[in-house]
C-alpha cells in the first residue's frame, strides 16, 4: 500500500484561516479506506470558542457526518502539534494515526508540555509521525504571526 498525506487539505484549511484572521491551523480526518471524512480550520474567533480548534472542529465534524461516537482506524492530519486539549480529544476519538507538520514548544502537547500520550492516564495512544510537510505548516504560521506586528 502506498502512503498518500493528506497533509495539503490540511494546509489549504490552515490558508482559510489564515484569510478568517484566524491562527493558520488546518486539520483533516480521514477514514480507513483513505477517504476524507472531515476538515476543518480555527475558528475561535469566529464562533467566540476556545475550543474551536481545527482538530476538534474535524473530530465533531466526522463523528457528525458518521454518526458515531469514536473514530477508529480513522487518521488525522493537522499542521501543526496538537496542544493537550486537543492531544486529549484525539485518544478520545480512538483516533489511528496522529499526522502533524510544525512542532509547537510553546503550546503543544504531544512532543512538548502535557505530553498527553506518555502518561499512565492516556488510555488510547495514536501512533504519532511529526515532521510532515513542516517547513511549509511551519513558514505559514510565521508569516502569520510576523503579519500582526
Ligand atoms: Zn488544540
Redesign the pocket.
Given at each position: 500500500m502506498t502512503f498518500t498525506s493528506h497533509m495539503d487539505r490540511a494546509l489549504a484549511q490552515a490558508r482559510a484561516a489564515a484569510e478568517r484572521g484566524e491562527v493558520p491551523v488546518g486539520a483533516v480526518v480521514v477514514s480507513p479506506s483513505g477517504a476524507v471524512v472531515a476538515e476543518a480550520g480555527n475558528r475561535t474567533r469566529e464562533c467566540n470558542d476556545p475550543t474551536a480548534?481545527a482538530?476538534?472542529l474535524a473530530i465533531r465534524a466526522a463523528c457528525a457526518a458518521l454518526g458515531v461516537e469514536r473514530l477508529p482506524d480513522h487518521d488525522l492530519y493537522v499542521t501543526l502539534e496538537?496542544?493537550p486539549?486537543?492531544a486529549a480529544a484525539i485518544s478520545f476519538a480512538r483516533i489511528r494515526r496522529l499526522y502533524y507538520g510544525a512542532q509547537d514548544p510553546k503550546s503543544g502537547g504531544v512532543a512538548h508540555g502535557a505530553r498527553v500520550y506518555a502518561h499512565p492516564q492516556c488510555h488510547h495512544r495514536p501512533e504519532v509521525y511529526d515532521g510532515l510537510s513542516e517547513d511549509r505548516c511551519a513558514a505559514l504560521l510565521r508569516d502569520f504571526f510576523e503579519g500582526k506586528r
Open positions: 480548534h482538530e476538534i496538537p496542544c486539549m486537543c
